[in-house]
């Protein structure tokens, strides 16, 4: 039993860093990325293939943090200066390439067959690797959250917001929003790629049906449900977010009737009505700003 | 020979393609904001005529019944989802339309399992023009989707709440001071809509197979077609959903087959790079 509560705090944990990434992106400065996964997929993937070829672990992940970020500067420049919905979809175009490639070109990657014996992490700490992993993760973590929260009381967080709220405003004062949304878009790309990194190297196996829109509407229901733009919605929102897919793998074992397909159904149903609900009703959040809306 | 069938193959590919971003433009134009759910939308349609045609055992029937049952779900998707979210922020409810797309898809599959469903046509040997193969379904597919377009173009350009429609595309206050009523004319534009995508789907369920997840994967050809066509152009969403049909068919042999989606996301990128009010979008379209 401890040992699958290790387990869900880590995911909680991995998620997190990706929800940390949509705050930055989406609650701070307002960019609608619906291509979060692809990012996270070029950090999974970076990363295992890297440490697969003898690159010691810790440069592997700062390179799939790197890669991933740097994946996101072209599509910066292109996409931002297009509105809001036209990026989304650019976004969500970019993770479903994204995807292809992954499948297609098997000589990297091993197409859908995916990479079975990507190195663990900490094999060194043995029994006590998953306790080590809960660790790093939760000191990383900490960091961003505490570069997070200087950043929302800095200059360049209050220009980030601005972005946000009155883009107009802002050049008035002689400041280009597209080079804040760049910025924030390859910090956030990185965060993502990060969380790639750590994911591929726990679960060791990674194919690209891992790396579909569904998971970045995971993070997309977590950070409004959470509160949109508060680190404390996003922490909120994640734990809320795997306590739901694991609570609903609890109601499968209880209703065997339901199979596994259906349940996978359930759940995207349930993303779908939460999302809608949220956005109907609540779209700030349960911790958001109340007096925004 | 070999390009001209491939592009022959294109085009009831684009028909579908042009149908579902017929669809997203009209939204795009009169309700303003990009439809995710318009994918989801498509599978919808096609398990309604699945469901329609186990019935009622004539696909006719079927067809027909599909397109009641998805204009009044849209009607009914407008009036619990996208009122309530109207004049919110337009990722508001792009945010909202994946949520209802989602739900759909979720819903589906649990009502008809994962398992890949197929309709019971009749095949018939294929016309022949010398080496060129051209089905006598594809034939019957174009001509339900001619029927769908000129009863969309007759209403949209016919009719008194075709008027409306076009004029609150044009200027939403313009329109609502000379006392068009939105309400009247949003009920309009999600009827037309739904019919519009449950032919979408059907032809798109006949031609490959219907599961919960096929429609989902037409949406970015979708967009692609609807921003290449010129957003709010209902002419040119349904020509650059033919061109991006035969583009798709046609590359296939250069890049393989599934790099297809891939082809949308170029098309999406250099349109709205280059001229993003795209063929016949008016010169002024927003970006």
């Known amino acids: 039993m401890s040992a699958y509560l290790v387990t869900i705090f880590i995911i909680v944990l991995i998620y997190l860093l990706l929800s940390l990434g949509l705050t930055i992106q989406y609650g701070l400065t307002g960019l609608v990325n619906f291509g979060l996964v692809g990012f996270f997929a070029i950090g999974a993937y970076a990363s295992a293939l890297l440490a697969m070829n003898g690159i010691p672990m810790v440069v592997s992940f700062l390179l799939a943090s790197v890669l991933a970020g740097l994946a996101a500067w072209p599509i910066g420049l292109v996409a931002l200066r297009l509105r809001d919905d036209y990026f989304a979809i650019v976004t969500l175009g970019f993770s479903e390439t994204i995807r292809l490639v992954i499948v297609n070109e098997s000589w990297l990657t091993n197409g859908v067959r995916g990479i079975t014996d990507v190195p663990a992490l900490f094999q060194g700490a043995a029994s006590s690797a998953p306790l080590v992993t809960v660790g790093v993760l939760l000191i990383v973590n900490a960091a961003i959250i505490v570069v997070l929260q200087r950043i929302v009381k800095s200059p360049f967080g209050r220009a980030l917001e601005a972005v946000r709220d009155d883009e107009i405003a802002l050049t008035a004062l002689g400041k280009s929003p597209s080079r804040f949304k760049i910025e924030v878009l390859v910090l956030g790309s990185a965060l993502a790629g990060l969380a790639g990194a750590f994911y591929g190297h726990y679960v060791t196996y990674i194919v690209p049906d891992q790396f579909v829109p569904l998971t970045t509407f995971y993070i997309w229901m977590a950070v409004i449900i959470g509160g949109v733009g508060r680190v404390s919605g996003a922490i909120f929102g994640t734990v809320l977010l795997i306590g739901l897919l694991e609570g609903s793998r609890f109601l499968r074992d209880l209703i065997p009737a339901i199979p596994d397909t259906e349940m996978a159904s359930v759940r995207i149903g349930a993303v779908g009505l939460l999302l809608i609900l949220f956005m109907i009703y609540r779209p700030q959040g349960l911790l958001g700003d109340f007096t925004k809306r | ?287």
């Open chain 2, 1 to 287: 020979m070999y390009y001209i069938q491939l592009a022959l193959n294109g085009l009831s590919q684009g028909l579908v393609v042009g149908l579902a971003a017929l669809g997203i433009t009209l939204v795009f134009g009169i309700a303003r904001f990009a439809n995710a759910s318009a994918g989801d939308g498509l599978t919808f349609g096609a398990y309604l005529a699945l469901v329609g045609q186990r019935i009622t055992d004539s696909l006719l029937l079927g067809v027909g019944f599909s397109i009641i049952v998805s204009a009044l779900a849209n009607v009914l998707s407008y009036k619990l989802v996208f009122k309530k979210l109207a004049g919110r922020s337009s990722v508001a409810l792009l945010v909202g339309s994946i949520g209802l797309g989602f739900l759909v898809r979720g819903a589906l599959g649990v009502v008809f399992g994962h398992q890949q469903e197929v309709f019971n046509v009749q095949l018939v040997a294929p016309y022949r023009i010398g080496e060129l193969a051209i089905s006598i379904l594809d034939l019957q597919m174009a001509s339900v989707a001619a029927l769908a377009l000129a009863a969309t173009f007759g209403t949209l350009y016919f009719t008194s709440i075709g008027r409306q429609m076009r004029a609150v595309a044009d200027n939403l206050e313009l329109a609502r001071v000379c006392g068009i009523h939105p309400e009247r004319v949003m009920i309009a534009l999600w009827s037309l809509v739904g019919a519009v995508t449950a032919v979408a789907g059907l032809i798109l369920g006949i031609k490959t197979v219907v599961s919960p997840e096929a429609g989902w994967e037409m949406l970015l050809p979708a967009f692609a077609a609807a921003i290449l066509g010129g957003i709010g152009s209902p002419v040119g969403a349904v020509l650059a959903g033919l061109l991006l049909g035969v583009a798709q068919e046609v590359s296939t042999p250069f890049v393989g087959f599934s790099y297809k989606i891939a082809l949308s996301f170029v098309v999406i990128l250099f349109v709205l790079l280059v001229r993003p009010s795209g063929l016949l979008g008016r010169i002024e379209g927003v970006r």
